[in-house]
DNA sequence: TCCAAAAATGTAAGCGCTTGCATTTTATAG
DNA sequence: CTATAAAATGCAAGCGCTTACATTTTTGGA
């Protein structure tokens, strides 16, 4: 029977007849150990299968070479292409991914900021601004940096990358109202701890401000993150005795939900009521009818997050927020309003 | 200027007036610290922002509280449900799970199982029985459990928890050969290293050997795993000499591509063509029409997989593979084949 | 009040690795 | 061939934590 226990560096260093110190060499900095020494000692590696502690290396030197995320779901395909990307280019900078996520509840966020931090992330990325004030002091006091994503906000403390989703919300509105509708109804994430939903409402008022609607008439719903909550919130907007002509989602799980749920009313979309989205992910092309919806640039996103915060954990110097652009991606969900509002069902 | 470093055990041992020994007591075995110190200790910890090192704790007790998990990719929602359930049954265990995505790419499997292991995951989930015999003996000599899922498959060696992919994959096919059909396509993902696409090939010969269809006469094409690659096929198959009445697919991906494509081309489904998926993911009853698909209990297999790797972790006894069971979800995009094959288009 | 057993706490030895510094070996030049 | 600088390697001190074992304190019965 084979010793049960782990190989560590010392049964190596026995083996090849080095020192722990050459063979710990030999791993981290080849170019300091002669070649011969480290083809003995990289065979030993391999033959008895030697594979590193991470533990006891990240106490040792201080270092890991890892990187967290944190997003608030893995459930639905918001995060997913932007985190994937995120991850490749992680990948080829030799780090890599922790991810970890939340529910979209802040104490479980808390939490698994705490754990990575503790394992040793060098740095962190987040979604969304809104955390509470203990939770960046703790992180400013571990010294780990932190890059936020998914929002563009250069007057916040914290570095970020994204989008301005108060803009382009508001652009899509624009659209929207520029096409005749005065009628606008909301379906929201909640707003409490999240910043992008938040400033996608705030969109929508601004451009009805700018049009003299008055942003009190939207018929807001905030609900979760999916789709049976996007069919369930349209129902009640629906159903109530002043229907919008529109229906505009937070995002395009919800929007999915709203147009299932329409079709199941007999709506027809966009002729009896328009609906729009925002993400563009895949299922925004794929639902039927297409879903008009605010286009953002998630791989770009995700790779440019992963060299911004491998960059911060490099250098100490002082990094500043990155826009990307969205554009809006009309397709088939959104048009005119109709002439009867109220004509069918 | 505050002090920069981390505050560590000592730090809070010292300003409690314990030692380190009943600090670390206070945080693993409360109970074996009378009421009176406990407080004291807890309250330094809090007051200080004392974070546990992991890297140490690690070291010190060989013992993690982490889980891994390795899936091929987390772009798409196939895993994304499971996975979810998974951490969320691992959380109310206390445990923590690390995930990391492969890409479908055996060396970047093997890469992260590495990675994984060396950083201390008491127990690892991965996807599927095929890979490398190296890693196998390399997880068995460190002692780390293994659990596979997404596939039952109990001749394996490795305990798996899963459904018999063959097995469901043959139902449907029987069940569209009732219907009349017997020129089949069938869009799968690549076979290579990937035994769930291979079982479920497997099982549509199975269905059609038992009715008397050659299995050669399948139209097959393998192709990766997303909604345009499924498009491309849907579009070569049927642009081919000999169309199938019906193209089946290896999983909702692929099918919601298929479905697309055909619309484009000017296909009506189910009456000019059938389709069908696999998985039963969201997008399958969102599609247009909505997909006949096999329903896997994806968070049934989260949940169950969480409790027995723990399970693994903690008891060292034999344990065996777990069979959900799948079931034949029949919506809209499957009918009788059509009387005059090639009228339309 | 005293004593043994139980409970609480302290002491200190590692866990496996990195790294500054000391020592040995090799290369280079005179 | 020797002296010296440079390269390679070894030595050993931690990194922050857990835990077996030792010591001190508390508890409770006689």
Redesign the interface.
């Known amino acids: 029977m ?1 010793k ?1 226990s ?1 190989p560590t560096l010392e049964d190596v260093a026995l083996e090849a007849n080095v020192s722990t110190a050459t063979v710990s060499r030999c791993l981290n900095t080849p170019d300091r150990v002669v070649e011969g020494t480290r083809l003995r000692v990289l065979d030993v590696v391999q033959k008895i ?1 030697y ?9 040792a030197a201080k270092r ?1 070479n890892t990187i967290g995320a944190i997003i608030p ?5 918001i995060f ?2 932007g ?2 990307a995120f ?2 280019e992680l ?1 080829e900078l030799g780090v ?6 939340s ?1 979209y509840q802040e104490d ?1 966020e808390a939490e698994q900021i ?2 990575l ?4 992330a060098d740095g962190l990325l987040l979604i969304g601004h809104h955390r509470n004030k203990e939770i960046y ?2 992180l400013e ?3 780990v940096p932190v890059l936020i994503a998914w929002v563009y906000d250069p007057n916040e403390p914290t570095i970020s990358i994204g989008f301005d989703n108060r803009q382009a919300m508001k652009d899509l509105a624009l659209e929207v109202i520029a096409l005749g509708h005065k009628e606008i109804g909301l379906i929201s994430a909640e707003q409490k701890g999240n910043d992008r939903a938040r400033y996608r409402i705030t969109g929508v008022h601004d451009a009805m401000q700018e049009n003299g609607i008055a942003p009190s008439s939207l018929r807001l719903i905030e609900t979760r993150y999916n ?1 049976e909550s996007g069919a369930t919130a349209f129902a009640e907007i629906m159903n109530s005795h002043d229907r919008p002509t529109v229906v505009m989602c937070g995002n395009d799980v919800l929007a ?1 939900g709203a ?2 749920q329409a ?1 199941k009313m007999g709506f027809r979309v966009p002729q009896d009521i328009s609906i729009t989205g925002f993400d563009d992910i ?2 925004a ?4 009818p297409a879903l008009t919806t605010v286009h953002v640039p998630h791989r770009e996103m995700g790779r440019t997050a992963a060299r911004m915060l491998v960059a911060m954990v490099n250098e100490s110097k002082q990094f500043k927020s990155t826009q990307l652009m969205t554009h809006i991606c009309i397709r088939e969900s959104l048009s005119e309003p109709p002439l009867h509002p109220n004509a069918s069902t």
Do not use: Y
């Open positions: 084979r049960k782990v299968g594979s590193p502690n991470f533990g006891a290396r990240a106490l890991t779901t893995m459930e639905n395909a997913a292409r985190i994937q991850q490749e990948r890599t991914l922790l991810v970890a996520s529910s479980i705490r754990t931090t503790a394992r040793g002091s703790f006091r571990q010294g789709i999915v147009l299932r079709k895949e299922l092309s794929v639902a039927d």
